[in-house]
């Protein structure tokens, strides 16, 4: 059973790595490379195929900016079947953006330096692992340079996103509110790829659509420079997951130095990161009430008082002492964890803005479920990591390698419960490392 899972597991990876060495998240709906999938591919090739683990984190890293940026998608290859492509994002307006790769100007959560670590724990052979580490270790380093230096305009230790796309949580309830602040906008010509491959109603509306371009816009008009987007994008939010994922990320190359050793500057640099962007994250992105860890308009100044499985991933990080570890986890049972649903819905199912089969806005995804099964484990809560272990392999099992599943259980019953994209990388390869951990 195991094994028939492990082997179409990587069936599925097979098929979506291309011959440029890279992988798509699926067919179809997502034909380029996408930042964060790329991340979590490499921990499932990793298992069984160093060599295309190692592809698929440097051809993401070969499209780095000179600035340390690392985009959210690279166009190595034509495709119309996606909008808005690379005709649309115009990575060539910026002076920092490589000239032989097309790419977004936008970013995604910054899991690179936790795949390295990753990767150097699962690779047997260490010294194999470690060469490969010394090769890119610095580029991930630049891009937390970067971040911090360019998207922290407070010296908070907390970076902001400045597009719904770049928190990877693209379509969650929290951006609502920023929709609505976005007044006044003009009214774009496109047509919609996305909604040839999946059932509109799990879908962003196209007015949706039209303020994600509005982002973009603003960027392009001032060439991706960071200071303007600072002064001007509407959508500048201080992300608990994007923010999680630098700070593990953070850690991780702190461990990878010590073990490659003579880079005592960054580490200290690298401390001393951790060390504010700690602190920040619990005086600020914490809420006494909810009992979690919230998101923060920075551009409105305004906190966003919604719970989603993205306010679980500090665990990941080592954010939260003992103690608010633990109010947080009985919060996570008492709201997510109800018999009735599988952990981990990514939107809080009490809310009236949870809708369990659009996507971000409560179904269930592998790869949060990943994050918060690591975190849980961390803290030593291992029978609740298990829980969340064995509904996922329960729901890949039932209902194939989809994208994202339907957090009710009762839905379940038929095999339908599985939505977006199907044969979905980031399922497979994540489904893989659960499967070889021991528990
Ligand atoms: C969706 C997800 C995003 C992911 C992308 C490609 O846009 O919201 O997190 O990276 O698909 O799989």
């Known amino acids: 059973m195991i094994d028939n899972l492990l082997d179409s597991a990587k069936q599925v990876l097979n098929n979506n790595f291309q011959p440029k060495g890279f992988s798509i998240p699926c067919e179809g709906l997502y034909p380029f490379q996408w930042n964060w999938d790329s ?27 000179s600035n340390g940026f690392i985009p959210h998608i690279v166009f190595h290859n034509e495709s119309d079947s996606y909008f808005p492509g690379a005709e649309f ?3 060539e307006l910026s002076p920092y953006a490589p000239k032989d790769n097309k790419t977004t100007g936008l970013t995604q959560p910054p899991v690179l330096g936790f795949v390295l670590e990753e990767m150097y724990h699962i690779h047997k052979n260490k010294d194999e692992v470690l060469a490969f580490v010394k090769n890119h270790i610095d580029q991930v380093f630049n891009c937390h340079k970067h971040l911090y230096e360019h998207r922290d305009p407070k010296n908070e230790g907390l970076v902001y996103i400045y597009h719904n796309w770049e928190s990877g949580t693209d379509n969650s309830p929290m951006w609502d509110e920023i929709w609505e602040t976005m007044t006044d906008i003009p009214t774009y010509e496109f047509e919609r790829r996305d909604t040839s491959h999946v059932d509109a109603s799990q879908r962003p509306s196209n007015q949706e659509y039209n303020y994600y371009l509005h982002l973009i816009e603003i960027a392009k008009a001032h060439n991706y420079e960071d200071a303007k987007i600072t002064e001007l994008s509407p959508f500048l939010i201080q992300d608990p997951l994007f923010n999680a994922m630098l700070i593990k990320s953070n850690q991780a190359l702190i461990n990878l130095y010590e073990i490659i050793g003579g880079e005592t500057e960054k580490i200290n640099t690298l401390k001393a990161w951790n060390m504010l962007s700690k602190k920040s994250f619990n005086d600020k992105l914490y809420d006494k009430e909810l009992k979690a860890y919230i998101h923060y308009d920075l551009r409105n100044d305004k906190p966003l008082k919604y719970v989603s499985s993205s306010s679980f991933s500090p665990l990941f990080a080592g954010v939260p002492d003992v103690d608010r570890a633990k109010e947080i986890i009985d919060n996570l049972m008492t709201v997510f964890g109800k018999e009735e649903f599988y952990l981990c819905a990514s939107f809080d ?4 803005k949870f809708n369990p089969k659009k996507y971000w806005r409560g179904p269930v995804w592998v790869n949060l479920n990943w994050i ?6 961390s803290y030593g ?15 890949i099992t039932k209902n194939g390698f989809y994208e994202y599943f339907d957090p009710r259980k009762e839905v379940h019953k038929d095999g339908n419960g599985g939505y977006g994209g199907s044969n979905f990388s980031w399922s497979a390869a994540l489904l893989i490392d659960l499967l070889k951990k021991e528990n």
């Open 89 to 91: 994002h115009k990575s």
């Open 372 to 377: 918060v099964y690591n975190g849980l484990k």
């Open 381 to 395: 809560y291992n029978e609740l990591a298990t829980r969340v272990k064995n509904e996922t392999i329960e729901l």
């Open 39 to 65: 991340g979590f591919i490499a921990i499932g090739l990793c298992h069984y195929d160093f060599e295309k683990a190692k592809s698929e984190v440097k051809t993401l890293l070969d499209a780095q900016w």
């Open 349 to 352: 199912p009490d809310s009236d």
